[in-house]
């Protein structure tokens, strides 16, 4: 006998974390000083022993980001670039923690 349960949605509700990314990225167009904190938060989470493949992935990749310019309005573009970096950026918030100060 088989019970019948409701399906989870498939897609995630990623409203508040695009909402915080949001923020994080207004606060470092105003503070761009503040690229320093995804960068500790980087080495912070990399040196970790059991993470995510993808959330490794994200920060590999954003290290490539921020490695290659160092002017804030190319490096908001790609976070929210529509590609398959800032999909994997934005898809790991934690990141960015640290940059708002609420």
């Given at each position: 006998m088989r019970r019948s349960r409701a399906r989870r949605p498939t897609k995630r509700d990623d409203s508040r974390h695009k909402a915080f990314i949001i923020a994080a990225l207004n606060e470092l167009?105003?503070?761009p000083?503040?690229?320093t904190i995804i960068k500790q938060n980087c080495q912070l989470y990399k040196q970790q022993p059991h993470?995510?493949?993808g959330f490794l992935t994200a920060i590999e990749r954003c290290e490539w980001v921020l490695e290659v310019d160092d002017d804030i309005d190319r490096i908001i573009a790609q976070i929210l670039a529509e590609d398959y970096i800032g999909n994997r950026l934005r898809?790991?918030?934690?990141?960015f923690k640290g940059v708002v100060d609420d």
């Amino acid at each position: 006998m088989r019970r019948s349960r409701a399906r989870r949605p498939t897609k995630r509700d990623d409203s508040r974390h695009k909402a915080f990314i949001i923020a994080a990225l207004n606060e470092l167009k105003t503070h761009p000083n503040k690229l320093t904190i995804i960068k500790q938060n980087c080495q912070l989470y990399k040196q970790q022993p059991h993470l995510k493949r993808g959330f490794l992935t994200a920060i590999e990749r954003c290290e490539w980001v921020l490695e290659v310019d160092d002017d804030i309005d190319r490096i908001i573009a790609q976070i929210l670039a529509e590609d398959y970096i800032g999909n994997r950026l934005r898809r790991y918030p934690l990141l960015f923690k640290g940059v708002v100060d609420d």
